[in-house]
Nanobody
Framework: QVQLVESGGGLVQAGGSLRLSCVASGRTFNTYTMAWFRQAPGKDREFVATIIWSTSSVAYADSVKGRFTISRDSAKNTVYLQMNSLKPEDTAVYYC???????????WGQGTQVTVSS
């Protein structure tokens, strides 16, 4: 089992920045990828960014490309999401997720709220 705990959410004005953190614990040695998803009120959960743990290769949703950066610190078993130039439409609960193999995300955090005011 892998446990994921997110932190770093909050209220920020449009144009501001936040950095989310997700700490993984438990059986983390076989982590394949980690990712960030988000879910706004009344909308489906959507992919934001992902990082392959072994290579640090990354991918982003078009809506955040150029504004958000995903990174990881393997020594701390932590993945980060640096969010710059935030927009009101970025308001959502942000979730950290982990894969142990290609396919479905097997583990999810509890989520952290990000609210961007206009």
């Amino acid at each position: 089992q892998v446990q994921l705990v997110e932190s770093g959410g909050g209220l920020v004005q449009a144009g501001g920045s936040l950095r989310l953190s997700c700490v993984a614990s438990g059986r983390t040695f076989n982590t394949y990828t980690m990712a960030w998803f988000r879910q706004a009120p009344g909308k489906d959960r959507e992919f934001v960014a992902t990082i392959i743990w072994s290579t640090s290769s990354v991918a982003y949703a078009d809506s955040v490309k150029g504004r958000f950066t995903i990174s990881r610190d393997s020594a701390k078993n932590t993945v980060y999401l640096q969010m710059n130039s935030l927009k009101p439409e970025d308001t959502a609960v942000y979730y950290c997720a982990a894969q142990v193999a290609p396919g479905n995300y097997h583990y999810w955090g509890q989520g952290t709220q990000v609210t961007v005011s206009s």
